[in-house]
């Protein structure tokens, strides 16, 4: 018979072991780095109390002898606002946070567990990457790693927050999941480092030029969120995870908290110019229209003349795509086209409602925008928009003009409300642009040139470009009233909670990528 104070001593012994390997040392490593340890960043991004480890006790594979357990990665599950979600995170301080096989086997198990239990799944990254010392077995260990981000893709939220280097073939889980949080100063991702670099292309650089926070947050669009210092960033993820449901087969969360609606919905009238060529600030109209503080931003800084955000419309989760008007008149380039289509296959594939706010002038035009694959990349936009099948609702405040009105959720590409306000000018292109096209024999013989094409714009503005055609066509469901869009917007989105769209069957489109 087993003697079970032999059994308990033992159990108590490993656990103080456990313990005891969390010292001061422990700390001070991250901390003289200006970094937390992995522990503090779990009690900062869990519920108080709430999160329980698993594969605390795991050693290294292999030769590698030490008496720490664990192999450099924290796993297990946990609540955060009340809901679970899966986390792994990695320690810096055992070998780098480097990917060993084990270390790799628990990161698959949690998002095994995640996956198959309907969770959301959050990578706290921070690793030297594959562990030099284990050589193809790590290499494994990412593959298995990242093809479980795939298949995980669309039917849990996976968000990566990188919270120190994320080097090499490491970035690739990360880029594979949906949100990519970055911590200013201390975190960084490249494919290849500074070293590399200065030894391929003779090209100076550093780890922040390469791949800080900054550059992947504004330049590249690889991160969505950026942060200060890692407190916020690991809040910036407890706040985007109220807006998200836990599975593809879930509804976002509805919030317990009391939302207010805008104190004065006639605000919504006053915001765009008189003037046409006028820019203002899209985010007036937004934060006018959703529940008061409620809208959250995604990729902020980057590609700026397109906005994509969460919000709640009367308490329920909507996803925004905005045309900016202040940034490059808010033009459809390359990059705003890309964030938006990635934002729309988001929001489709967690029943997150999409309103398009629309004033947009058109394409960007250029021989940098050609060459660098506006057509292949615009493309993007109007299949995730067209493919959608979430409620989505167009609203055109100002300009609608050309390929860009079309790509911007129209009726005909399966939009499902479509209102425009009095000031829309939905057309194939601007006054100026047309009246020059259509007129240039009467401009060139004119005796007034200017006289004679402000005519001519005015006439365009009152036949062709306002929203009325489109009204009378059924392409715009109903010309609203500025102040009349919130109570509009709930009630049609009201109607489309039970929106079904039959799919044919296939096994995936080809979206052009
Ligand atoms: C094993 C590693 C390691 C690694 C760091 N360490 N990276 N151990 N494998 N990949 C160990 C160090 O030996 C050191 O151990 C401890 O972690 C801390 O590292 P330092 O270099 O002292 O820290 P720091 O100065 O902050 O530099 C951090 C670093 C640097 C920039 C990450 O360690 C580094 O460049 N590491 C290698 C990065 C790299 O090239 N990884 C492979 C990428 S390729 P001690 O015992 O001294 O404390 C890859 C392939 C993936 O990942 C493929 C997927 C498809």
């Known amino acids: ?238 706040k985007l995870l109220q807006y998200l449901p836990s599975n593809n087969v879930d509804l976002p969360p509805i919030t317990e908290m009391e939302m207010e609606a805008p104190e004065n919905p006639n605000k919504l009238g006053l915001i765009i110019p008189e003037e046409a060529t006028i820019p203002y600030d899209m985010l007036d109209i937004i934060k006018n229209l959703v529940d008061k503080n409620s809208f959250h931003e995604i990729s902020e800084c980057f590609a700026a003349n397109i906005i994509t955000g969460l919000a709640r419309l009367d308490n329920k989760v909507i996803g925004i795509v905005a045309n900016q008007p202040k940034v490059l008149a808010g033009v459809l380039d390359i990059n705003s086209a890309e964030k938006a289509a990635r934002f729309v296959r988001f929001c489709d594939a967690f029943n997150i409602p999409i309103l398009v706010l629309e004033d947009v002038p058109g394409f960007l035009p250029g021989s940098n925008q050609e060459h660098t694959g506006i057509i292949r990349r615009g493309a993007k936009l109007l299949y995730a928009f067209s493919e959608a099948s979430v409620p989505k609702i167009t609203v055109i405040v100002r300009k609608a003009y050309g390929g860009a009105y079309i790509v911007m959720n129209s009726k005909n590409m399966g939009g499902d409300f479509n209102f425009a306000w009095p000031t829309a000018e939905i057309a194939v292109m601007g006054p100026e642009g047309a009246v020059k096209i259509l007129h240039r024999k009467k401009l060139a013989n004119a005796d007034n040139v200017d006289e004679t094409k402000n005519k001519l714009i005015s006439k365009y503005k009152d036949n062709i470009a306002n929203p009325y055609i489109a009204d009378e066509k059924g392409y715009v469901d109903e010309v609203i009233e500025p102040a009349n869009t919130r109570v509009k917007l709930i009630s049609a989105f009201e109607a489309l909670e039970n929106k079904y769209m039959e799919k044919n069957a296939k096994k995936h489109g080809n979206i052009p990528l």
């Open 1 to 238: 018979m087993k003697d079970n104070r032999i059994q308990f001593k033992k159990y108590t012994s490993r656990k103080e072991q456990l313990e005891a390997q969390y010292n001061w040392e422990y700390f001070a490593k991250q901390h003289k780095k200006g970094k937390l340890t992995a522990r503090e960043r779990i009690e900062i991004l869990f519920d108080e109390n709430s999160f329980e480890e698993i594969d605390a006790f795991v050693k290294p594979a292999g030769d590698i002898t030490t008496n720490v357990f664990g192999d450099g990665v924290i796993c297990g599950h946990g609540k955060i606002n009340g809901r679970k979600v899966f986390a792994f995170a990695q320690d810096f301080t055992f070998m780098g946070g480097s990917l060993g096989s084990v270390h790799a086997e628990k990161i698959m198990k949690v998002q095994d567990m995640a996956l198959s239990m309907g969770h959301p799944i959050v990578g706290l990254i921070d690793s030297g990457g594959a562990r030099i010392q284990e050589g193809v077995a790590s290499l494994a260990g990412y593959a298995g790693i990242f093809h479980r981000n795939v298949k995980s893709s669309g039917v849990i939220p996976q968000i990566s927050i990188i919270l120190g280097p994320a080097a090499g073939g490491a970035v690739y889980s990360p880029a594979l999941t949906d949100f990519i949080f970055m911590c200013r100063h201390t975190a960084y991702m490249f494919v290849t480092g500074p070293d590399v670099v200065k030894e391929v292309l003779n090209e100076d650089t550093n780890s922040e030029e390469l791949g800080g926070a900054d550059i992947h947050g504004s330049k590249s669009g690889v991160a969505q969120f950026i942060y200060d210092d890692e407190e916020h960033t690991l809040l910036g993820v407890r």
